[in-house]
């Protein structure tokens, strides 16, 4: 049962254009989201998060939209950076205890100079 | 400030043979500490989590088990490791329920 997904494994974009990660989840109950950013052989680092009580959260060039409808959410990168290239998580609280994540799939952003 | 250590960074192991991944937690007293491996090409998944000394959960059944001996310290050992085990490991912690990671560095483990 995978609560938290992410459908796109890869996206590819051109520095300066705009990047566009896409999260679904299953359960409506989730207080918040998260998303993290991963370079190769490194723990993730949290990136911005979203508290399930609004539409949308900036933060410099990140902004992430919750569309709690269709039980989506999206995090837009603008611009786009080469230094962006890395692998994003987007994660929900996975239990009603004990603070467990639960991440999707992760999707690997390359952003071409 | 709160600092989270793991090591080895990297290691190959034969099948077989048993594992070791030490995660200590600084500057913080009573974290939930977490252990997550990421396989090629799949996301990270829950392995153990532990919200006290002498207390763990398991959440996937598996070759590896977890301990926490001491307050700050998280252990991850198998007896006999098997090819599947090999993966990037990630040692997490939080301070609170519904607070985000901080996470290690992460061990490279390949199993040969």
């Known amino acids: 049962d995978q609560q938290v997904k992410q459908n796109s494994p890869s996206l590819s974009v051109q520095e300066g254009r705009i990047s566009i990660l896409n999260c679904d989840y299953t359960?409506?109950?989730?207080?918040?989201f998260l998303w993290y950013k991963k370079y190769p052989a490194e723990g993730p680092t949290f990136l911005i998060s979203?508290?399930?009580?609004?539409d949308k959260n900036e933060d410099g060039r990140f902004t992430v939209f919750l569309n709690k409808s269709a039980k989506h959410l999206s995090l837009h990168i603008v611009p786009s950076q080469p230094g962006d290239s890395a692998v994003y998580f987007c994660?929900?609280?996975?239990?009603?205890?004990?603070?467990?994540?639960?991440f999707g799939q992760g999707t690997i952003l390359t952003v071409h100079p | 400030s709160q600092t989270i250590h793991q090591w080895p960074a990297t290691l190959v192991q034969p099948v077989g043979s048993p594992l070791s991944l030490e995660c200590t937690v600084e500057?913080?007293?009573?974290?939930?500490l977490y252990w997550y491996r990421q396989a090629a090409g799949r996301g990270l998944q829950l392995l153990f989590y532990?919200?006290?000394?002498?207390?763990i959960s398991s959440e996937v059944p598996q070759n590896l088990s977890a301990s926490r001996p001491q307050d700050r310290q998280f252990i991850l050992s198998s007896k006999k490791l098997l090819l599947s085990d090999s993966g990037f490991y990630l040692c997490?912690?939080?301070?609170?329920?519904?607070?985000?990671?901080?996470f290690g560095s992460g061990t490279r483990l390949t199993v040969v």
């Open positions: 979203i508290s399930s009580i609004k």
């Open positions: 359960n409506s109950m989730f207080d918040y």
């Open positions: 997490a912690w939080t301070l609170v329920t519904g607070g985000g990671y901080t």
């Open positions: 500057g913080t007293s009573n974290p939930n």
């Open positions: 994660a929900a609280p996975g239990g009603t205890s004990y603070g467990k994540l639960t």
């Open positions: 532990s919200i006290g000394i002498g207390q």
